[in-house]
C-alpha cells in the first residue's frame, strides 16, 4: 500500500524560507505514470495547488506561488521536496504532498501544520 | 488563478439524495473531463471519491456518483448517510495559463 509522510519544521519565522520533505513509501518515486505534487490549506479553509513534479524533474507551479517556490525529487532517497521562501503569515495551513495520477491526486499523505510566526 | 466554484453548503435528510456542482470554464473542466471529487472529514486528509468525471476509485461507495455539462461538474450523492457529512472539493486540470491543476472552493455537506 502506497504511503506519503510529510516532514519539517512546524514553526518558521516570517520573511524565512519553509521546508517540507514528503517521503513515499510502498512504490517508487520514479514511475513515468506519475506526478507528485503538493496543495495546502490554510486553517479552516480550503485547497490550494502548490506545484508539482516528474521524476525527472520537471516542474509546474501554481502562478499566484511560482516566485516563491522550488518542488524538487530525490529519487534516491524516494523523496520530494517543496521550498517556500519569503514566507508572512498568510502561508500557515496544512501542508499536504499527494501522488498525481494523470490529473487526480489518488493517495494523499497525513499533511502537516506549519505555522508562521516570530 | 481562479478556484472552481462551488456552493458554500449543502444539506439533506438521511436517505436522500444531494448534488453538489462545480462551476468553471472552457479552460478547465468545460475542456478536459478531468474533473476529480474529494471528501475531506475533519481533521483528515482529503480522499478521492470521484475522477475523470465519473469514475470511482476501488473501494468507494456506488452511492456516490459524477457528471458533467459544458462548463459545470456535479457530484451526486445518493441514500445519505450520517458518514457522508464532511466537505467536498472538486478539482480539475487547467490551461488558463501553463498546465496546472486547480480546485473549487469547497462544499460543507450536512446530514440533517
Known amino acids: 500500500q502506497l504511503q506519503l509522510q510529510e516532514s519539517g519544521p512546524g514553526l518558521v519565522k516570517p520573511s524565512e524560507t519553509l521546508s517540507l520533505t514528503c517521503t513515499v513509501s510502498g512504490g517508487s518515486i520514479s514511475s513515468i505514470s506519475y506526478y507528485w505534487g503538493w496543495i495546502r490549506q490554510p486553517p479552516g479553509k480550503g485547497l490550494e495547488w502548490i506545484g508539482s513534479v516528474f521524476y525527472r524533474g520537471s516542474t509546474y507551479y501554481n502562478p499566484s506561488l511560482k516566485s516563491r517556490v522550488t518542488i524538487s525529487v530525490d529519487t534516491s532517497k524516494n523523496q520530494f521536496s517543496l521550498k517556500l521562501s519569503s514566507v508572512t503569515a498568510a502561508d500557515t495551513a496544512i501542508f499536504y504532498c499527494?501522488?498525481?495520477?494523470?490529473?487526480?491526486?489518488?493517495?494523499w499523505g497525513q499533511g502537516t501544520l506549519v505555522t508562521v510566526s516570530s | 488563478q481562479s478556484a472552481l466554484t462551488q456552493p458554500a453548503s449543502v444539506s439533506g435528510s438521511p436517505g436522500q439524495s444531494i448534488t453538489i456542482s462545480c462551476t468553471g470554464s472552457?479552460?478547465?473542466?468545460?475542456?478536459?473531463?478531468?474533473v476529480s471529487w474529494y471528501q475531506q472529514h475533519p481533521g483528515k486528509a482529503p480522499k478521492l471519491m470521484i475522477y475523470d468525471v465519473n469514475k470511482r476509485p476501488s473501494g468507494v461507495s456506488n452511492r456516490f456518483s459524477g457528471s458533467k455539462s459544458g462548463n459545470t461538474a456535479s457530484l451526486t450523492i445518493s441514500g445519505l448517510q450520517a458518514e457522508d457529512e464532511a466537505d467536498y472539493y472538486c478539482?480539475?486540470?487547467?490551461?488558463?495559463?501553463?498546465?496546472?491543476?486547480?480546485f473549487g472552493g469547497g462544499t460543507k455537506l450536512t446530514v440533517l
Open positions: 478539482n480539475s486540470y487547467t490551461t488558463s495559463s501553463t498546465p496546472n491543476w486547480v
Open positions: 472552457s479552460l478547465d473542466l468545460g475542456g478536459y473531463t478531468y
Open positions: 499527494a501522488r498525481i495520477r494523470g490529473v487526480p491526486f489518488d493517495y
